[in-house]
């Protein structure tokens, strides 16, 4: 069975520029979350989608925005790219809403210069 | 707000050592505990979890009891292998403001031979 799919895997942008990162959760999975994780630090969450709904959302600014297709696949959606944004990028998926298990995808590792 | 604090690594041991990796947690209600495991090269997966207060969670010879008295989740292993090491998280489930996941700094394991 496959697992969680993300893309690109790696990518370099420019300050100011935009970016978008793709997800596809596990077969049967309805809910999606998003997390940052800067180098040697834990994961921080962005955004959690559930049937197409953002159920959850953590303190990122408006720069960063998402969103869930009728096949539970998801975007995230950065403009305005800031140094800082430089990290790696985690796609999650899970059964339900509220499933404490998540299932990781490798991530997408995002470098702005 | 909810937050997690793991002890800071690296942490170094020889093959067959004992294992303790500190975490306390800070939260109101009754949140789901976890610890997650990234190896070198390899996405985040769940390694154990405990959903209420007593519960001890397992997995390939790895434990953690839930203390509530002590607000505290401790990651145990009583002999470790070389293939034991990677960034070992921390990590528990909030469900305030939506439905999310909180994980601490991360702790990095180097087993010797």
């Known amino acids: 069975d496959a697992g969680v799919t993300q893309s690109p895997t790696h990518l370099i942008k420019t300050r100011g520029q935009q970016v978008t990162l793709r997800c596809s959760p596990i077969?049967?999975?309805?809910?999606v979350s998003w997390y940052q994780q800067v180098l040697g630090q834990g994961p921080q969450f962005i955004f959690q989608y559930y049937e197409k709904e953002e159920r959850g959302r953590g303190n990122f600014p408006d720069r960063f925005s998402a969103r869930q297709f009728p096949n539970y696949s998801s975007e995230l959606n950065v403009n305005a790219l800031l140094l800082g944004d430089s990290a790696l990028y985690l796609c999650a998926s899970s059964l339900g809403a509220a499933t404490g298990e998540l299932f990781f995808g490798e991530g997408s590792r995002l470098t702005v210069l | 707000g909810n937050s997690v604090t793991q002890m800071e690594g690296p942490v170094t041991l020889s093959e067959e050592a004992f294992l303790t990796i500190n975490c306390t947690y800070t939260a109101t209600g009754y949140p789901s505990l976890f610890w997650y495991v990234q190896y070198p090269g390899e996405g985040l997966q769940l390694l154990l979890k405990a959903t209420k207060a007593d519960d001890k969670g397992s997995n390939k010879g790895f434990e953690a009891t839930y203390r509530k008295e002590t607000t505290s989740f401790h990651l145990e292993k009583g002999s470790v292998q070389v293939s034991d090491s990677a960034v070992y998280f921390c990590a528990l489930s909030d469900q305030t403001g939506g439905f999310k996941t909180i994980f601490g700094a991360g702790t990095r394991l180097f087993v010797k031979a």
């Open positions: 077969s049967g999975h309805k809910s």
